[in-house]
């Protein structure tokens, strides 16, 4: 079943800009991640973020996560034509078996 | 280099035919796992392993089989495989407990025609 669902599902900006995704889940979590897909390529981990953490940074990578509202936001600032990929969320359960369920993804090109 | 090999990148079958796609990790990750992915249904998990001679059902793993001997190898077997296991497949380690980052491999693309 999935988890993560992702908004927008493509998104367009030029470089330079920033790009925010959002990303909303269904039930309590024990983290959430991030992952980015170059065309037809592997899932790279970009970040993660734990369920008692309401914001982390990473380089131009600024994630934020609201329990509450079961939902986080990944932040790309000035972003760079090497950005132009897909992301992921994925959300992990608590337990040592727990495994990382995806949302379907958002594509982002920028534009040069 | 701390890494997830799959194999092959590609591969071309007919239906019916048994295949195995290899996966294979360096790094001593207890955790290991399948993933399907295909267009507007994002990835799905197909089999996990949590240690050797430990595996365990995801969310699609009718028509396929796993297998854990080996710390580092976590093959994927599709004994008779159709037309609708055509798909992009990810092999992804991670270490046990609470480190739950994965590392994917490349993928396999596969076609059953």
């Known amino acids: 079943s999935q988890q993560g669902e992702e908004d927008p599902q493509a998104l367009s900006i030029q470089e330079g800009e920033n790009a925010t995704m959002n990303c909303s889940y269904k039930t309590s979590i024990n983290n959430l991640q991030w992952y980015r897909q170059n065309s037809g390529r592997g899932l790279v981990h970009l970040i993660l973020?734990?369920?008692?953490?309401r914001e982390k940074h990473s380089g131009r990578l600024r994630v934020t996560l609201d329990t509450s509202k079961k939902s986080s936001s990944l932040l790309i600032t000035a972003s760079r034509a090497a950005d132009t990929a897909s992301y992921f969320c994925?959300?992990?359960?608590?337990?040592?078996?727990?495994?990382?369920?995806f949302g379907k993804g958002i594509t982002l090109s920028v534009r040069p | 280099e701390a890494q997830v090999t799959q194999n092959p990148r590609y591969l071309i079958t007919v239906t019916g035919k048994k295949l195995t796609v290899t996966c294979s990790q360096n790094m001593n990750h207890e955790y290991m796992s399948w993933y399907r992915q295909d267009p507007g249904l994002g990835l799905r998990q197909i089999y996990y392993?949590?240690?050797?001679?430990?595996?365990d059902k995801g969310d699609v793993p009718e028509g396929y089989k796993v297998s854990r001997k080996e710390k580092r190898n976590f093959p994927l077997i599709l004994e008779s495989p159709s037309p609708n296991q055509t798909s992009l497949y990810f092999c992804?380690?991670?270490?046990?407990?609470?480190?739950?980052?994965?590392?994917f491999g490349s993928g396999t693309r596969l076609t059953v025609v």
């Open positions: 994925a959300t992990s359960l608590t337990g040592a078996n727990s495994k990382l369920t």
């Open positions: 992804a380690s991670r270490s046990g407990g609470a480190a739950i980052r994965y590392t």
């Open positions: 392993s949590m240690n050797v001679e430990v595996t």
């Open positions: 973020i734990r369920s008692n953490e």
